[in-house]
């Protein structure tokens, strides 16, 4: 198969995934080789954006808990994100590739306001585009803004690279008899409370009728497989 499968897909990367084995900072080998990955996409023709985590420095939620307002903590994850952000746009800039940074929350001497049409401009003219900030709310999480991204540039699907190879049963580290699906409906996701995304960005992808693949990042050549229609992963999609 020589023609990418997908047109424009919309790639969510979690902060810890760019930390590498340390789970915590950054690691710049393993960046490096997904923007290669990247750049071989961008090769093809294939329109991507991104969205960034930034639990490798922070999680409004899980770090700032009980000792912080819920708000101030959320939104110094947008911070965090930000930093994952210009990082990969860095990265990507040194192999050659053209990018822009958005940001949902505005800081114009470091990144451009995210703008929907502005964002589609630069795929079209084969920019990959880097979304900072989440949503710009506090209470969401950024799996929910790569949803939201993902339907407003009108994406074909989003590719969720994670730590874990699909979607399973249950926890395959707890319970070695777990499942691995090929692919699931958002309405089982939903009502076996399987952990792919939260339930607000899984109902939000169901809504919108965009198919979700979640793969592992451990081998970032899969992010190439997935665009190019190779079986990777676990499809969540529509029931047919």
């Known amino acids: 198969m020589n023609e990418p499968q997908y047109k424009r897909v919309l790639l ?21 080789s997904v923007c290669d990955v990247i750049k071989k996409c961008v090769t093809k023709g294939v329109q991507i954006g991104i969205v960034v985590g930034g639990g490798n ?15 101030r903590a959320d939104h110094m994850g947008m911070l965090a994100t930000t930093i994952n952000a210009l990082a990969v746009a860095d990265v990507l800039e040194q192999k050659g590739v053209d990018v822009r940074v958005q940001t949902a929350i505005e800081m114009r001497s470091v990144a451009e306001p995210y703008i929907r049409s502005r964002a589609i401009r630069h795929m079209e003219k084969g920019r990959v585009v880097i979304f900072g900030c989440g949503t710009g709310n506090p209470y969401f999480s950024t799996d929910t803004a790569a949803v939201l991204r ?6 074909d699907a989003i590719l969720l690279a994670k730590n874990i190879d ?33 339930s607000t960005a899984t109902s939000l992808s169901m809504d919108n009728k965009i198919p979700v693949i979640l793969f592992a990042l451990k081998d970032p050549e899969n992010i190439y497989r997935v665009v190019m229609g190779e079986k990777i992963g676990t499809i969540v999609k529509e029931e047919e």
Request: no cysteine.
């Open 57 to 71: 420095f922070w999680r409004g939620l899980k770090d700032g808990g009980d000792r912080m307002e819920r708000t």
């Open 166 to 198: 699909g979607v399973y049963s249950a926890d395959p580290k707890k319970d070695p008899s777990a499942v691995k699906f090929d692919t699931i409906t958002y309405d089982d996701v939903l009502a076996r409370h399987l952990q792919v995304m939260d």
């Open 150 to 155: 993902a339907a407003e540039i009108d994406a």
């Open 12 to 32: 969510k990367l979690s902060g810890e995934a760019l930390a590498g084995d340390a789970s915590r900072g950054l690691d710049f080998d393993v960046i490096g």
